[in-house]
Every structure is written in structure tokens, then in C-alpha cells.
T-cell receptor, first 119, second 114 residues
């Protein structure tokens, strides 16, 4: 089945530093990738939609200058949390949609997530 | 405003019995509903979906029922197995969803006891 690889799975960083999270589709091409954030006991909240070769679309309330998204190829999207603060500590998860199977109800493929802890 | 609600944070059932996971929604624009299963430290995996024009979809041990008038859907797992123990997320997809903006509920932790 389709695999989405997300790296790193866990990262601890100091306040004020930046962290980059990678999301790769391993056996399919994804023109669109999605970045979610999940706080404990909360639902997965969509942060932004990443489109290959164009600017990401951010959800309301998500700071685009803080959460930089780059989707440079059909298999890679990155999320950079800039100047991280403790309140950014969360579980970040990416998902991708197979370009060749992009029916409206085709399921997303998720990465395993990144647990970010900012100290 | 929570558009997808899973009001039971947890559910415990005995192996072999039926598990019923419930989900309510408020957004009338949802066209498809999907269920995802998530194990700890892993990403969600797709389980089953249903179109809003249907009221039932079945796939092996998993059946999803949709009551559009009540804005309610449920996932039935029968018979339940210990390996089904996971967090189950319900998600809605609005019509015109070419950008695939899923809205998730908070999830229900299912524990199937041997």
C-alpha cells in the first residue's frame, strides 16, 4: 500500500530555535499534501494545504510566517516551525493524496507523525 | 465550533462482541464520511468510508451506517478482536472537496479485551 514517511518521529528543541519536519510519499506522487496538528485529547486540526510548485494555503488562525511550508517536488513537503515556543509543542502529522487516484473520496495516506517538544 | 463530534472518548468491549462507535456532525455540506484507525506512535490509516447518498457501507467486519436526517453515523465492528484496539477517528469531507479538507472528530479509544 501507499506509504508516507515522516521524519523525524520525535524532536526536542530549545525555545527560539527552528525545526524542520519532512514528509515524503514513497511510492506515489502527491501534488497535494496536508499538515495537521493534534493536541492531547483533541482532534487532528488541519493547519495548511501544501501544493507542489505553489504557495501553501493556510487555515484560519495558523501563522504562515511561523509555520513555513515548502512543497518542492511531487514526493516531498516540509514544515518548518520557526522560532519555536513551548506552546508549539504538539503532534504534527502530514498526509498526502495519490495524484493518480485523486477521486474525491479516495483516502489520504498519513505519515506517522512528529512529536515536537519545545523546552 | 466542532463540526464533527465523537462524544465517547473511550469504549471497552469484550472480544467477539460488537463494537459501536458513534459520530455526530453539524456541517450539512459534508458529502463523504471516513473512518480512520490510529495506533499509538503511528499515523491514522483509512478504514472505511460512506457517501452521503448511502445509508450503509460494509467491508468485512466493518460496517458504517449513516443517518443523514439525524446527522449521525456509526461504525460497527463485529466480531471485535484485540487487534482492533486503537483510536478511531470519524472525519467529514465537504462537497466540492477537491482540496480534500477533512474535518476530524476527537477520536474514540476502543479497547477490546481478550
Amino acid at each position: 500500500g501507499a506509504v508516507v514517511s515522516q521524519h523525524p518521529s520525535r524532536v526536542i528543541c530549545k525555545s527560539g530555535t527552528s525545526v524542520k519536519i519532512e514528509c515524503r510519499s514513497l511510492d506515489f506522487q502527491a501534488t497535494t499534501m496536508f499538515w495537521y496538528r493534534q493536541f492531547p485529547k483533541q482532534s487532528l486540526m488541519l493547519m495548511a494545504t501544501s501544493n507542489e510548485g505553489s504557495k501553501a494555503t493556510y487555515e484560519q488562525g495558523v501563522e504562515k510566517d511561523k509555520f513555513l511550508i515548502n512543497h518542492a517536488s511531487l514526493t516531498l513537503s516540509t514544515l518548518t516551525v520557526t522560532s519555536a515556543h513551548p506552546e508549539d509543542s504538539s503532534f504534527y502529522i502530514c498526509s498526502a493524496r495519490d495524484r493518480l487516484r485523486a477521486r474525491v473520496n479516495s483516502p489520504l495516506h498519513f505519515g506517522n507523525g512528529t512529536r515536537l517538544t519545545v523546552t | 465550533d466542532q463540526q464533527v463530534k465523537q462524544n465517547s472518548p473511550s469504549l471497552s468491549v469484550q472480544e467477539g462482541r460488537i463494537s459501536i462507535l458513534n459520530c455526530d456532525y453539524t456541517n450539512s455540506m459534508f458529502d463523504y464520511f471516513l473512518w480512520y484507525k490510529k495506533y499509538p506512535a503511528e499515523g491514522p490509516t483509512f478504514l472505511i468510508s460512506i457517501s452521503s447518498i448511502k445509508d450503509k457501507n460494509e467491508d468485512g467486519r466493518f460496517t458504517v451506517f449513516l443517518n443523514k436526517s439525524a446527522k449521525h453515523l456509526s461504525l460497527h465492528i463485529v466480531p471485535s478482536q484485540p487487534g482492533d484496539s486503537a483510536v478511531y477517528f470519524c472525519a467529514g469531507l465537504p462537497s466540492g472537496g477537491s482540496n480534500y479538507k477533512l474535518t476530524f472528530g476527537k477520536g474514540t479509544l476502543l479497547t477490546v479485551n481478550p
